[in-house]
């Protein structure tokens, strides 16, 4: 797949995403399947299951942020 420009690649946190032409990945499983199941976050473009959520979630809003972007978004602003 090296050199193969269909692909991207993103490593990150030890999370993994690949997207391929119209493939989403889930950056926890690694997993395309079930793809009316995969979230993707509003702010990073991040995609998970909605089972590989780290809190497990059973209705996911229309605009959802992944616990990386909650918690960017939690932190207090520095002086």
């Known amino acids: 797949m090296a050199g193969d420009p269909s ?6 946190d030890d999370a ?3 997207i ?9 499983c690694g997993s395309g399947s079930a793809p009316h199941l995969i ?5 990073c473009n991040a995609h998970e299951h909605w089972y590989c959520m780290r809190v497990l979630t059973f ?5 959802w942020f ?8 939690n932190r207090a602003p520095r002086s």
Do not use: F, K
């Open 39 to 43: 979230a993707n976050c509003a702010r």
């Open 16 to 18: 993994i995403s690949v």
């Open 59 to 63: 209705l996911i809003p229309h605009i």
């Open 7 to 12: 692909v991207a690649g993103l490593v990150e």
């Open 66 to 73: 992944c616990s990386r972007c909650q918690r960017n978004a």
């Open 20 to 28: 391929m032409e119209g493939e989403v990945v889930c950056e926890i």
